[in-house]
């Protein structure tokens, strides 16, 4: 059941911004439990989807939150992992 919430949270939450340049895109959102409090320390992976290449992997901090700039327009895996669990993946996430 938690791991549910935590994928409902996750998908509810999680933003896909364009950059303000062509070039490059902003990934951000927010990860929380069941009960809406923010989770600090998730790990978020950031994966290509062709390939499964790991490019990196950022944390949420006190609030939950995580960003991620940088990154070409395309297609990604994005992984929540909290306490060393997946707990939901996002096959296909495009950035613009």
């Known amino acids: 059941m938690f791991m549910k919430s935590i994928w409902i ?8 911004v364009a950059g303000a340049s062509a070039a490059s895109s902003v990934l951000q959102g ?19 989807t062709k390939t499964g290449r790991l490019l990196t992997t950022v944390k949420t901090n006190v609030n939950g939150r995580y960003s991620l700039e940088g990154l ?4 990604y895996r994005v992984t929540l992992v909290v306490n060393g669990a997946v707990k939901a993946s996002i096959n296909n996430t495009t950035l613009e």
Do not use: S, T
């Open 9 to 16: 949270g996750f998908i509810g939450v999680m933003l896909f």
């Open 30 to 48: 927010i990860v929380k439990d069941v009960n809406g409090r923010p989770i600090q320390g998730a790990d978020i992976r950031i994966e290509e």
């Open 72 to 75: 070409a327009a395309g297609n």
